[in-house]
């Protein structure tokens, strides 16, 4: 809007378009050379001179001064815009041409025709054509400004340097002051590029972060789907199973009823027989009918309900298998989405000598050949073994391992005071260590341990993935099979008195810490 403002401030009130060559009236009033030009050329048939805007009239046709300040207005405004000012000969009356080039000392634009005429004289210095030729001149002595004076950062003319203010002053001449400056300047263009490189690389990698990270949220937005969907189809299966069984469990409490109530029926059709006998009895006057009838024992003391139904404890079981179950999936929700997996990486420095620590510290492999490592207090000695470099002694953290081609593996934790030497220094087989195992040696079945405390847990390896999750507040180091959907294995409950670290035993093969270390 402001630009719009200016622009309609800067043209000619008679063509309507940009002032070309702007020159003024006594008036004050601002016209193209050529346009008003043009308009007092009409004029000059009735002799009568007026100013097109204002209606001033004028004895003689006005003289036209050329107004420098509004063609730098005009240049400054086309400059802004990216265009360039069509500079028209200051010597053409009639149909001034454009300039092709401007001469400093007669502060004049010439083409083509005036250019030819002009003066060769060394004090006419000829440059592209341009408005403001008067800033290239000295604006105290009129000359034109040839040399540069360092100490004020100015353009001068050689009486400046002689005579004037600039006089003892460090000065150069223009053209080495011009190529110091252009080659500052290419200086800072190059520092600026590369900063502007950087930046570029900053947002680009900012932007790969980015989609990454939106990559990664519709990732966990399927996977928690995913994960609710079935956990809705296992309570949807759990449902239909309970409400099956609870109807199973009454319809043979109901049978099982009936049968009493139907025997009590007869019972109590006995009993009734009876005591009519006995009022029969208990009516008769003739001791002899009396005595002479059966023991009267034999119709007291009736035999006792020993069908009777007590009920049982199937509701019990029922709500343990419900809570029990609901408790597993709950768990397994928790230990997935509630936080990101945690990085870790194995430290060599506690490696058997026949076990082999990957580059990456992710990935451990067992070898046969002894890699004769210095023995230190870390490194276990007894038992093909790697502890993790990083412990934990708070929070909630997990991890998953993907076991390969083994024919026993064992994971778990521990802490790192637990011994290096003897048979006390494998996993589970102290108070310091806890571990599940597994592999072709125990018939492929889980079990865990413990201070020598070992669990068979009569379920088989049916993938190569186990999840290890640590919870250091609540006590808690849990074991999951990596299955769709995971699936717990055991639980251990305990007092942690020391930082926890992450620990593998491993016969042939390998065992790979799943996800990207950085430690």
Request: net charge negative; charged share 25%; glycine share 6%.
């Amino acid at each position: 809007m402001a630009s719009a403002g200016l622009e309609k401030e800067l043209n000619c009130s008679i063509c309507l378009t940009l002032y070309k060559d702007p020159v003024t009236l006594r008036c004050g009033h601002n016209f193209c050379r050529a346009c008003i030009d043009q308009t007092l050329n009409t004029q000059d048939e009735s002799g009568v001179y007026s100013c097109p805007t204002c209606r001033e009239e004028f004895r003689e046709r006005p003289a036209l001064e050329k107004n420098r300040t509004l063609c730098k207005e005009v240049e400054n405004f086309l400059s802004i815009r990216g265009e360039k000012a069509s500079i028209l000969c200051t010597y053409c009356v009639d149909s001034p041409a454009l300039a092709v080039r401007s001469c400093i000392h007669c502060e004049a634009s010439l083409c083509d025709g005036h250019l030819k005429d002009h003066s060769k004289g060394p004090e006419h210095v000829l440059t592209d054509p341009c408005t403001s030729l008067q800033t290239k001149k000295c604006s105290v002595h009129k000359k034109i400004l040839e040399y540069y004076c360092i100490d004020d950062a100015t353009c001068i003319c050689e009486s400046c340097g002689l005579i004037g203010d600039h006089k003892e002053h460090n000065i150069d001449s223009l053209d080495d002051a011009f190529e110091k400056k252009m080659e500052k300047l290419k200086n800072v263009l190059q520092k600026l590029i590369a900063k502007r490189n950087k930046t570029e690389r900053s947002v680009r990698n900012l932007e790969e972060q980015r989609r990454k990270a939106q990559d990664k949220t519709s990732r966990e937005t399927r996977r928690v789907t995913a994960l609710f969907v079935g956990i809705r189809r296992r309570v949807d299966e759990l449902e239909k199973k309970v409400l099956s069984e609870i109807s199973i469990q009454g319809e043979q409490t109901s049978h099982s009823l009936s049968d009493v109530i139907q025997n009590l029926e007869i019972k109590k059709d006995e009993l009734s027989r009876k005591m009519r006998d006995i009022e029969e009895l208990c009516n008769m006057t003739d001791p002899l009918t009396v005595l002479q009838h059966p023991d009267s024992s034999d119709l007291c003391d009736p035999e006792e309900n020993k069908g009777g139904h007590d009920g049982d404890d199937g509701g019990a079981k029922l709500i343990s298998h419900v809570s029990h179950t609901l408790s597993a999936v709950i768990r397994a929700v928790n230990v997935t989405y509630v936080q990101e997996p945690e990085i870790i990486a194995l430290n060599v420095n506690t490696a058997h000598n026949i076990l082999l620590v990957s580059d990456d510290l992710k990935t451990v492999t067992w070898s046969e050949i002894n890699h004769n490592g210095p023995e230190t207090a870390e490194r276990f000695q007894e038992h093909p073994q790697v502890m993790s470099r990083r412990g934990f002694s708070s929070g909630r953290h997990y991890w998953d391992v993907e076991i390969s081609k083994s024919r026993g593996w064992r994971v778990g934790m521990c802490y790192h005071s637990m011994d290096r030497w003897g048979h006390q220094s494998l996993i589970g087989s102290n108070n310091k260590s806890w571990g599940l195992y597994g592999g072709m040696f125990f018939g492929n079945q889980y079990s865990i341990t413990h201070d020598r405390n070992e669990m068979l847990l009569h379920h088989y390896n049916s993938t190569d993935g186990v999840r290890i999750c640590l919870d250091y507040e609540a006590r808690q180091l849990s074991f999951y099979e990596l299955c769709d959907p995971i699936k717990h294995l055991h639980t251990f409950t305990a007092t942690f008195t020391e930082p926890l670290y992450a620990v593998f035993y491993l016969c042939e093969g390998s065992i790979k810490l799943l996800g990207r270390s950085n430690n």
